[in-house]
C-alpha cells in the first residue's frame, strides 16, 4: 500500500484540525526556514532525514500551549529548537553513563550492529517532547546511514529505548491523519474534542458475556478428600545365592520442620459457630464439617474460585473461626465491626514479622486495647569478603514472629477469658467460603479537580446540585448499560430509583450489597485464575475475560459511590470508569436534558 507523502498527509491534518478543533490548530507553529534547519544540523552534526526536513517545512513542531495538538501519549512534535535542545541534553546524559563507550567506525559499519545499545545515539533526533513536553521521553527518529535509517523509535528515560512499528515518519504522520479522520485509535488513544481542543482519551472494548469463575466453581464442584493411603506391609526377606547388592543407609541431615500451624484467628463472644460464619458472610451451600486437610486441599481447587475458607468452632463462651486460605480477612475493620456488633470481638493475625491483636465492641474497635509485636529478620547471613547478605534456604526468616503468636494466644486467657489451642489436623470444624464484605467506602478528603483531562471541579462549582445529580444518574445509567451491569435485577431496580431521584437503600446483606461483593468476587477470581495462565496453557479464562469482570467491579463501585459519598465525588469515579471517548459530548446532554 502507498504510504502517503509527509506534505499530503499534513494537509489532511491541517484541513481536519481547522474544521473540528480550531484552538488546536492555531497552536502550530508556522514552517520552519531552511536556514534554521541547516544551522541546526551544522550545531549536531547530523543530516536530518528528509522526512523530518519536510514535516519541519510544514510545520515548525508546536506552541507549548493549552490546547497545543500532541500525537497521544508521544506529545507534541518539536520544533527546530526542540530538536537542538534535546539532543544536546540527551547526548550529554548519554556521554556521562559507562555503558555508552565510543563506538568504532569498524562496529557501526558491521551487519549485526545494535544501534540501540547505546543510552542515545549521536544520530538520533527527538521529535516529540513526550507526555510530560520534556526531553524525558518521546519519539526519536534515526539519522544514522544505515539499515534503520529513517526509522521511529520510543525513547524513555527509565527504560532501554526500542524501535516502534513505524518504518518512517511518513507512517507516524499518514496514521494520525487517519486517526483524526476516521475517528479510529492512535498509539492506543481515541481523538475526540471538547470546547475546540484535540484531546485524546481511552476507548475500552468490554467483552459482552465474559466466562465467570464463580459459574466454573459451581461447575467443577468441591473434590472429595483424599483418603489416606493404606500401609503397606512389610517386606518379606528373600535369600538368593550368589552376588548379592547390598544397600547401605547414609544418615543426611534432617530436613527442616513445617512451621508451627498458626493460623488467622477470630473470637466473638456469646455467639455460636454457625452465627459466625453467616456474619463473615458464609457461601450458602458450602458450609460443611471439614478438616484441616479436607479444607486445604479445596481451596486450592477450581470450586474454591480463590474465596476465603474458614472452619469455625467454639471454646468456652467464644465462637472462634480460623482461616485456612484465601486473602486475609480478619483483620480487615470491615470484618471487625460486622462481628462484633452487639458484642465482643479479637483478632489474632500474622503477616511475615508481624503478630498483632485487634480487640472490637459493638462494632467499633479498641485502639488502646491492641498489640503489635514485629519480629527482625533472621534469614540473613554473612559472607566473608562481600558485604551483601545471603538468604540460608529452608528456614523462617521470622522466628520470633512464632514465639510473638504464642505468647500473645495465651495472653488471651488472662485478659478476655479465652482458652483456644489450634486443633491437630483430623479433627472436623464447621467450614465455609466466604464472599468477603466490601471495602469502606470513606470520604476522600481532597476537592475534586481533573479527570481525564476534564475539569471537574468547574463543572461543580456552576452547576446547580440537583441538575448535577441527574446529569450524572443518567451518566452512570450509561455506564451501567455499556459495562451491561444493568443487567442484573438489583442493579436495575438501583438505577432505575436513581433516576427517579429516589434514595436507594443499601444495607448488609441485603439483594444489591451481595449483588456487589459477587461482583468484586468475580474480578478478584479472575485476577488470580489469568496470573496463573502463564504456566497453563488450558487457563479457564482469558485476559479478555477478567479484565471485563474489573470493569463490571469497577462500574458497581461507582453506583456505590452514587449511593453513599457525595454527587461531585462519585461523578469523578463515573468519569473515570467510562469505557466510551466519547463521554464529553454525552455528558453535555445529559446536563442539557437535566
Not at 542515545?120 to 526531553?135: E, N, V
Not at 513445617?258 to 458450609?287: K, M, N
Request: charged letters at 25%; a negative charge; aromatic letters at 6%.
Amino acid at each position: 500500500m502507498s504510504i502517503p507523502s509527509i506534505e499530503d498527509s499534513w494537509a489532511r491534518i491541517d484541513a481536519w484540525l481547522a474544521a473540528h478543533a480550531p484552538v488546536s490548530h492555531a497552536r502550530l507553529r508556522p514552517p520552519a526556514s531552511e536556514a534554521d534547519i541547516e544551522a541546526a544540523q551544522r550545531t549536531l552534526d547530523v543530516a536530518f532525514h528528509p522526512d523530518l526536513k519536510a514535516s519541519l517545512r510544514c510545520h515548525d513542531g508546536v506552541e507549548l500551549e493549552d490546547g497545543a495538538p500532541v500525537l497521544a501519549y508521544y506529545g507534541p512534535l518539536s520544533s527546530v529548537a526542540d530538536i537542538v535542545h534535546s539532543t544536546e541534553f540527551l547526548r550529554g546524559i548519554g556521554a556521562d553513563l559507562a555503558e555508552d563507550e565510543p563506538l568504532d567506525e569498524d562496529d557501526e559499519d558491521d551487519e549485526d550492529y545494535d544501534e540501540l545499545a547505546s543510552y542515545w545515539h549521536k544520530d538520533w533526533l527527538l521529535i516529540t517532547l513526550g507526555i510530560g513536553w520534556q526531553s524525558s521521553d518521546g519519539l526519536f527518529l534515526t539519522c544514522h546511514a544505515g539499515a534503520h535509517w529513517g526509522r521511529v523509535g520510543r525513547y524513555f528515560d527509565e527504560d532501554s529505548p526500542s524501535f516502534t512499528s513505524w518504518p518512517s515518519l511518513r507512517h507516524v504522520l499518514a496514521d494520525y491523519a487517519d486517526a483524526l479522520e476516521q475517528g479510529s485509535r492512535f498509539d492506543g488513544r481515541t481523538p475526540v474534542v471538547a470546547d475546540g481542543t484535540l484531546l485524546w482519551d481511552d476507548e475500552t472494548s468490554v467483552v459482552l458475556e465474559p466466562r465467570s469463575p464463580l459459574a466454573l466453581a459451581a461447575a467443577a464442584g468441591e473434590p472429595r478428600p483424599t483418603p489416606p493411603a493404606p500401609a503397606e506391609p512389610p517386606a518379606e526377606p528373600r535369600q538368593a545365592d550368589g552376588p548379592r547388592l547390598v544397600f547401605v543407609r547414609v544418615r543426611q541431615s534432617e530436613p527442616p520442620a513445617p512451621p508451627p500451624y498458626q493460623p488467622d484467628t477470630i473470637f466473638v463472644e456469646g455467639i455460636g459457630a454457625d452465627q459466625l460464619l453467616e456474619r463473615l458472610g458464609a457461601v450458602p451451600g458450602t458450609v460443611l464439617a471439614r478438616t484441616r486437610e479436607h479444607a486445604e486441599e479445596s481451596a486450592q481447587s477450581l470450586w474454591a474460585a480463590h474465596r476465603p475458607l474458614v472452619r469455625a468452632g467454639t471454646t468456652g463462651a467464644w465462637a472462634y473461626a480460623v482461616q485456612e486460605a484465601g486473602a486475609a480477612q480478619f483483620g480487615r475493620p470491615e470484618v471487625l465491626r460486622r462481628v462484633s456488633a452487639g458484642t465482643r470481638a479479637v483478632a489474632l493475625t500474622k503477616r511475615g514479622p508481624e503478630v498483632t491483636v485487634t480487640p472490637a465492641e459493638d462494632g467499633v474497635a479498641r485502639p488502646e486495647a491492641l498489640h503489635h509485636v514485629l519480629s527482625p529478620r533472621e534469614d540473613l547471613v554473612g559472607v566473608p569478603g562481600t558485604d551483601q547478605p545471603v538468604r540460608r534456604v529452608g528456614t523462617d526468616p521470622f522466628p520470633g514472629s512464632q514465639a510473638a503468636y504464642v505468647r500473645l494466644l495465651t495472653a488471651l486467657e488472662g485478659e478476655f477469658g479465652i482458652v483456644h489451642r489450634p486443633d491437630d489436623v483430623s479433627a472436623e470444624l464447621t467450614s465455609a467460603l466466604l464472599l468477603p464484605v466490601l471495602d469502606d467506602m470513606p470520604e476522600t478528603g481532597n476537592p475534586v479537580t481533573f479527570v481525564r483531562d476534564f475539569d471537574l471541579a468547574a463543572l461543580v462549582g456552576r452547576t446547580p446540585a440537583d441538575r448535577l445529580r441527574a446529569a450524572f444518574a443518567a451518566q452512570l445509567a450509561r455506564l451501567a448499560t455499556e459495562t451491561r451491569i444493568d443487567t442484573y435485577p438489583e442493579v436495575a431496580a438501583a438505577l432505575a430509583l436513581i433516576g427517579r431521584g429516589e434514595r436507594v437503600p443499601l444495607t448488609a446483606d441485603d439483594a444489591l450489597d451481595l449483588r456487589l461483593r459477587t461482583l468484586a468476587a468475580e474480578a478478584w477470581a479472575a485476577r488470580q485464575l489469568t496470573q496463573r495462565s502463564w504456566r497453563d496453557d488450558g487457563a479457564p479464562l482469558s485476559q479478555d475475560d477478567t479484565n471485563a469482570w474489573w470493569i463490571r467491579h469497577g462500574a458497581a463501585g461507582a453506583l456505590r459511590a452514587f449511593i453513599l459519598r457525595p454527587v461531585p465525588e462519585a461523578a469523578a469515579s463515573i468519569i473515570h470508569q467510562r469505557t466510551t471517548a466519547h463521554w464529553r459530548a454525552e455528558l453535555a446532554e445529559d446536563l442539557a436534558s437535566s
